[in-house]
C-alpha cells in the first residue's frame, strides 16, 4: 500500500480536490445563470452549455498539469510499443497496401500476364500477401512457361512498376529484333520480314484493332494501329538489328515469333 505521502497518493488527492471544486463551481454558475431573469430561454440554454464545455475543459486541463509527469511516461512507452509494432509487421502492413493499391488501381486480374522487377509470368492466384504467377523465361527474351509458379510479396506492388502485358485483353504487341549485316542488304531483309510477320499475323490484326479502337474511344487517347511493323537499330558498326513489332495472342506470342523466325531462315539467300 502506497504511503500517504507518495506522488501517487497526492496527485490523486490532488485530482479529487480539483474535481470536487469544479463542481461546487459549476453548481454556483448553474445558479446564478437560472436567477438571471433577463435572459431569454436560448440565451440560458447556450450559457448552460458553455459552463459546461469550460468546466470539462478546466478539467482535463487540471489532469493533464497533476499527472504530467505520469502521461510523459506512458506517451513514451506507448511510442515505443508502436515503434516497435511497426517495425515487427513493417512486411505485413507493406504488403497489405500492394494488395490494396491492386485492387483499388485495378492494375492486374487473374489471367493477366505481367512483369514485375523482372519477373514475368500469368497471374494464377493472389491474396493479401502474395501474389502467384505462373513463371515464363527463363530470361527476357524466352516466351516459354518454364512451369514453374512464382511468388511475389505484395510489397513490390508499391515499390517497384508494374507491366501488364495483357492490357488489351487476349491481345498484346510482341516485339523481338532480328540482327543481319549490312553488307547483307538490309533493305531487302527487311521487306521480306516484315511481309512474313503480316503474313502470319494478319489474322490477329482484326480482332486487336477492334479492342483498341474500343481502348481509344474509352479513355480519349490515340493508340498505335495494329499492321506489323519492323523498325530499324544500329547496336554496332556493320550490324542492323530489325526490330519486328506485331499483333498477337498473349498466349501464342513465342508460337509466333518462332514461325516468323523459321520462314525467315528459310527464305533466308532465296531468289
Known amino acids: 500500500m502506497p504511503a500517504l ?30 436567477r438571471v431573469e433577463d435572459l431569454r430561454e436560448k440565451e440560458r440554454r447556450q450559457w448552460l452549455v458553455r459552463i459546461r464545455t469550460g ?8 489532469a493533464v498539469l497533476i499527472w504530467a509527469e505520469q502521461l510523459r511516461t506512458f506517451s513514451l512507452t506507448l511510442m515505443a510499443f508502436a515503434v516497435a509494432t511497426v517495425i515487427a509487421l513493417k512486411d505485413f502492413i507493406a504488403g497489405l497496401t500492394g494488395a490494396v ?16 522487377k523482372g519477373t514475368r509470368g500469368y497471374v494464377i492466384d493472389h491474396s493479401l500477401l502474395t501474389t502467384t504467377l505462373l513463371e515464363i523465361g527463363p530470361g527476357q527474351a524466352s516466351q516459354i512457361q518454364t512451369g514453374r509458379s512464382v511468388s511475389i510479396p505484395n510489397s513490390w506492388l508499391v515499390t517497384e512498376s508494374v507491366t501488364n502485358e495483357t492490357f488489351l485483353d487476349e491481345h498484346v504487341f510482341h516485339v523481338f529484333t532480328v540482327p543481319v549485316k ?5 533493305q531487302a531483309e527487311r521487306d521480306r520480314l516484315l511481309a512474313i510477320a503480316d503474313d502470319v499475323t ?5 480482332a486487336m484493332g477492334r479492342r483498341i479502337e ?21 547496336p ?7 526490330t519486328v513489332r506485331v499483333p498477337a495472342p498473349a498466349d501464342q506470342r513465342g508460337v509466333i515469333e518462332q514461325e516468323i523466325l523459321g520462314r525467315f531462315l528459310v527464305t533466308q539467300g532465296a531468289p
Open 214 to 234: 474500343g481502348l481509344a474511344r474509352d479513355h480519349g487517347i490515340t493508340l498505335p494501329d495494329v499492321q506489323a511493323r519492323v523498325a530499324i537499330r544500329l
Open 5 to 34: 505521502d507518495s506522488p501517487v497518493v497526492i496527485r490523486l488527492v490532488s485530482t479529487g480536490s480539483l474535481v470536487v471544486a469544479l463542481l461546487v463551481l459549476r453548481y454556483v454558475l448553474r445558479r446564478q445563470i437560472v
Open 202 to 206: 494478319r489474322p490477329y490484326a482484326e
Open 236 to 242: 554496332e558498326p556493320g550490324r542492323v538489328d530489325l
Open 182 to 186: 549490312l553488307e547483307d542488304g538490309w
Open 55 to 62: 468546466i470539462l475543459l478546466a478539467f482535463f486541463a487540471g
Open 101 to 116: 493499391l491492386r485492387l483499388t488501381s485495378r492494375s492486374f486480374a487473374v489471367g493477366d500476364r505481367i512483369e514485375v
